[in-house]
């Protein structure tokens, strides 16, 4: 341990020696690195048609589903505090009645089809998918394990069902995957300190690897995997065999997208290595929270995965805490997307695969607005050359600039507030049945911006968000470029 801390210290001196010495220009580049076996193998972004496509979704859907459905949070007249998908760790629930709940788990009204068609109504672009949680319990038939859907009343293979029909209504699917398996009987939290120890974790280490070939075996459609139960030391300190499994797992499928969450570096740090790139295709530090600047993404591609209460993924009987609305999820919706990131929300079916009626509810609202204003979200990207204003976000897509707005103004004004030499608004209007919009010409502020003000319909009522469409010119320094834009 001595001299693995010595070997980290060391390596850390050096990275910040190094840097310090680039950036007062001993590097060409401006940039020096440690040499790592196991860090990122690819520092920014991928620019594949697979990550491209990743990078418009804009919308995902989650969903946590397991045998954790059945007791839903509750357990003997008692609620469990927490997650209900961590219900098992719950000191009140006995173990062995837990490990048993598969037996009961005989989901009659579980209809793939259509959860596809509730997802697509919504306007989600991908699904992430639990295979198994923390409880090791397998919506498929691993040939690896008896403690799966095979083994239960239902006895149908669940992930190829959802697999496919997501797939036919053209929604990409990932498969959430859970390292840690309380399951399985070889998964320890710390590395092994003894011979026992090290021939079970050899075996629990084999058993995750052959339980990933056989998903990409068995769903050669999916896109990538979403990874979960990484952060213990057990598997922190596997930075080797990771790795392998990584690269062996991308030879087998070319494209396959993977975020950040999987591996660590041979220094144990997880998510950026030592030279700070990002391991992984995506960043997934951001779940259930949202970056409060761009900066603080690193350049990096990033989705935000999102509950609708404020610590549940699974399904619970109670909501006991508080629930978003449609509207606070798609502020969420246009913010991630403003900043360059896809919003995911998370639903949690019933033991009968039903999704509760509020879940259905929201889902429906973000379908409604998604029909009018998913132009501004698919494929969008951050706005350039444009300030923020407090009345919502920005995207753009080439020369349209897509106004998100949330907090209309008293006054039914839209200030735009552009950097100067850059662009100038042509046509204005809304998403919402094309009206145009009067485009007022406000001069310029003390920092030399050019300032346009927008005028909203009067008389307009607007239900909830909306977007407003600009034409984007770019004049290049041409003063005249706003006359003729309004030509």
């Known amino acids: 341990m001595k001299t693995r801390i010595v070997t980290v210290c060391m390596a850390l001196f050096m990275a910040m020696s190094w840097n310090a010495w680039a950036q007062t220009g001993g590097s060409p580049k401006g940039r020096v690195t440690i040499p790592l076996k196991h860090g990122s193998d690819h520092p920014g972004k991928r620019t594949d048609a697979d990550m491209e496509r990743w990078r418009g979704y804009g ?46 788990f005989n989901p009659t009204g579980f209809d793939a089809k259509a959860w596809a068609r509730m997802a697509k109504k919504m306007g989600a672009g991908y699904l992430i998918f639990t295979t198994k949680h923390h409880d090791g319990f397998c919506l498929w038939p691993s040939r690896y394990t008896d403690y799966t859907v095979a083994h239960t009343p239902y006895q149908k293979d669940i992930v190829g069902q959802v697999v496919d029909a997501y797939t036919a209504e053209g929604i990409d699917v990932y498969l959430y995957f859970s390292i840690m398996d309380w399951n399985q009987g070889g998964w320890l939290y710390q590395p092994p300190k003894n011979e026992e120890e ?7 280490k084999q058993f ?33 065999f990771a790795h392998e499994l990584e690269q062996e797992l991308r030879a087998l499928h070319p494209g396959l997208i993977i975020g950040s969450r999987f591996r ?12 700070g790139d990002l391991i992984g295709d995506y960043d997934q530090t951001w779940e259930r929270d949202i970056p409060t600047d761009i900066g603080q993404l690193r350049g990096n591609d990033w989705d935000c995965c999102m ?33 360059g990131g896809n919003l995911v929300i998370n639903f949690g079916p019933d033991g009968n695969g039903h999704f509760r009626v509020e879940e259905q509810q929201i889902a429906a609202e973000i379908g409604r607005w998604m029909d009018v204003n998913g132009e501004a979200i698919r494929d969008a990207e951050p706005a350039a050359g444009v300030h923020k204003q407090g009345w919502g976000f920005m995207t ?3 020369n349209r600039l897509f106004l998100h707005v949330y907090n209309q103004p008293l006054n039914n004004v839209l200030r735009l507030v552009f950097d100067k030499k850059t662009y100038v608004p042509g046509r204005v209007k809304l998403l919402d049945g094309g009206t145009a919009l009067k485009v007022e010409d406000a001069g310029r502020n003390k920092q030399n911006a050019r300032l346009f003000n927008l005028y909203l319909p009067e008389g307009k009522t607007f239900a909830g968000p909306f977007v407003v469409e600009v034409e984007l010119i770019d004049n290049n320094g041409d003063q005249d470029a706003y006359q003729q834009a309004k030509v």
């Open 208 to 240: 995750t690897r052959n339980q990933l070939l056989e998903l990409l075996e068995n769903y050669p459609q999916i896109k990538g995997f979403w990874f979960d139960g990484t952060w213990d030391a057990s598997w922190v300190g596997e930075a080797e």
């Open 264 to 275: 660590a570096d041979e220094y144990g740090n997880r998510r950026y290595d030592l030279n």
């Open 198 to 204: 090290k021939a079970r974790w050899e075996g629990f």
């Open 307 to 339: 509950t609708i209460p404020e610590n549940g993924w699974g399904y619970a009987k109670t909501w006991t805490t508080y629930a978003k609305t449609p509207y606070e999820l798609l502020s969420m919706l246009s913010e991630c997307n403003s900043l």
């Open 396 to 398: 753009q897509k080439g």
């Open 59 to 104: 919308l995902g859907q989650f969903i946590h589903w397991g045998v954790y459905a059945i007791p839903g949070g509750e357990w003997n007249g008692k609620t469990y505090n927490g997650a209900a998908e961590w219900i098992r760790a719950w000191r009140e629930f006995p173990r062995e009645e837990y490990d048993n709940l598969y037996k009961q």
